[in-house]
């Protein structure tokens, strides 16, 4: 009789695991129906609202007359004129101000050779303001203009960018730069000139702009032939030798006005040579 009864019970037990493991498996099966059902449902009404969305903001922004381009005006002006900027930029009456990338209608504002960098706002229902920063002619070069196969007169700016002269402005009186080879065979507005001399030189034209000495002293010719000097030659005749590097800027200029101040010194000086540590070699004039 027990072992009967256990027999029975075991086959009772297989029999209970074996449907638990069935409705188990269909409890599952229920529930992914489920789950894709409703995934399907927030697709749907997600897909629904971005296309109403879209809809109503291209009706209500993106396609609205009234936030059509009408003015473009320009701070400060300066010499571009509104067709030159728009043909820069890309722009033109009617485009929508809200498709405007104002990002890059600066960069390729900042692609004109005269554009030190440029900012666009946008200012509703229907204009743009444009802020432009414009490069200033710091120095002169003679190059050959890579376009004419000709030796011609450019300017660089503080940065060293090449700049060509405007066909109506009269000639600046600029210091001249010179020996900077072969950068200087060719020229490319545009263009950036990165050599250490010529950054030297960039340094010693600001900080002499902002001493002493820019009263005392005009520089006329820079000659950048040595790599390891920088030679300045004044309105005066006088011509004055710093080194290539611009940690010592400050002090060579210090130096400078010390000399050009010093009452001991009564004729006027034709050379200074400040590449020396402790010494300052000095050359006066010869009488006439």
Not at 174 to 183: C, D, F, N, S
Not at 213 to 221: D, K, S, Y
Not at 225 to 237: G, R
Request: positive net charge.
């Amino acid at each position: 009789m027990n072992r009967r009864t256990r027999t029975r019970q075991k086959q009772i037990n297989i029999l209970h695991t074996t449907t638990r493991k069935r409705h188990s498996r269909k409890q599952v099966m229920q529930a992914a129906v489920w789950c894709s059902l409703v995934l399907a449902m927030i697709v749907a009404v997600g897909a629904a609202l971005h296309f109403g969305i879209t809809l109503a903001l291209d009706r209500v922004l993106y396609t609205n007359p009234r936030y059509e381009l009408a003015k473009i005006e320009i701070e400060p002006r300066g010499r571009f004129s509104e067709r030159q900027i728009r043909q820069a930029a890309g722009l033109q009456p009617g485009q929508n101000l809200w498709t405007l990338n104002l990002r890059r209608i600066a960069r390729d504002l900042e692609k004109l050779p005269y554009v030190s960098s440029a900012k666009v706002e946008r200012h509703f229902p229907d204009a743009i303001t444009i802020h432009i920063i414009e490069r200033v002619p710091a120095v002169k070069i003679v190059g050959l203009d890579i376009d004419l196969g000709t030796r011609e007169l450019f300017y660089l700016d503080r940065d060293g960018v090449v700049l060509k002269p405007r066909a109506d402005e009269t000639p600046p009186l600029l210091p001249e730069i010179v020996g900077l080879a072969p950068a200087q065979s060719e020229l490319e507005p545009g263009v950036k000139l990165d050599q250490p001399g010529l950054k030297s030189a960039m340094k010693l034209l600001d900080a002499i702009d902002h001493s002493q000495l820019h009263t005392a002293i005009t520089i006329q010719t820079i000659n950048l032939s040595d790599p390891l000097s920088i030679k300045m030659v004044t309105t005066q005749d006088m011509t004055v030798v710093f080194r290539v590097d611009d940690t010592l800027i400050d002090q060579e200029l210090q130096r400078l006005l010390r000399i050009l101040n010093d009452p001991r010194f009564q004729r006027p000086i034709a050379s200074v040579d400040l590449t020396l540590d402790y010494n300052d070699p000095i050359t006066f004039a010869q009488y006439q």
